[in-house]
């Protein structure tokens, strides 16, 4: 997994490329971890996150409730193979997720 983190004063972006399973979600909780001192809007961009584990959704609840006391957090770009993990577990009504919109129907005129 590919972890990249732009801060710009107390906000920080972290863009997640990969799978977030129990390997790489130790490696993401120590990273992002000392990250987040003076941080109080975190957004994490799972556009490329093609895979999420229980671990990795532990790591999501553990930054939630973390940002829930010092700041703000959002989940955004969330691919749908992670969405529907997300939604199985009820994990999609326990994070603050940025919606994104549903992708155009094709339509055919004949």
Same mark, same amino acid.
């Given at each position: 997994? *590919?972890?990249?983190?732009?801060?710009?004063? *107390?906000? +920080? /972006?972290?863009?997640? &490329?990969?799978? %977030?399973?129990?390997? $790489? !979600?130790?490696?993401?909780?120590?990273?992002?971890? @000392?990250?987040?001192?003076?941080? $109080?809007?975190?957004?994490?961009?799972? !556009?490329? %996150?093609?895979?999420? /584990?229980? /671990?990795?959704?532990?790591?999501? %609840? @553990? +930054?939630?409730?973390?940002?829930? &006391?010092?700041?703000?957090? @959002?989940?955004?770009?969330?691919?749908? *193979?992670?969405?529907?993990?997300?939604?199985? $577990?009820?994990? #999609?009504?326990? +994070?603050?997720?940025?919606? &994104?919109? /549903?992708?155009?129907? +094709? #339509?055919?005129?004949?």
């Amino acid at each position: 997994m *590919e972890i990249q983190k732009e801060r710009d004063g *107390e906000k +920080l /972006a972290v863009a997640l &490329t990969g799978r %977030l399973d129990a390997v $790489t !979600a130790i490696q993401f909780d120590k990273d992002i971890s @000392k990250s987040l001192d003076g941080i $109080t809007n975190l957004i994490i961009d799972l !556009a490329n %996150l093609d895979y999420i /584990a229980s /671990a990795g959704l532990r790591i999501l %609840l @553990k +930054l939630q409730k973390r940002m829930n &006391t010092q700041g703000d957090m @959002k989940i955004k770009n969330v691919k749908r *193979e992670v969405r529907e993990v997300l939604d199985m $577990t009820g994990f #999609s009504r326990l +994070l603050s997720m940025e919606e &994104t919109p /549903a992708p155009k129907k +094709l #339509s055919f005129n004949f």
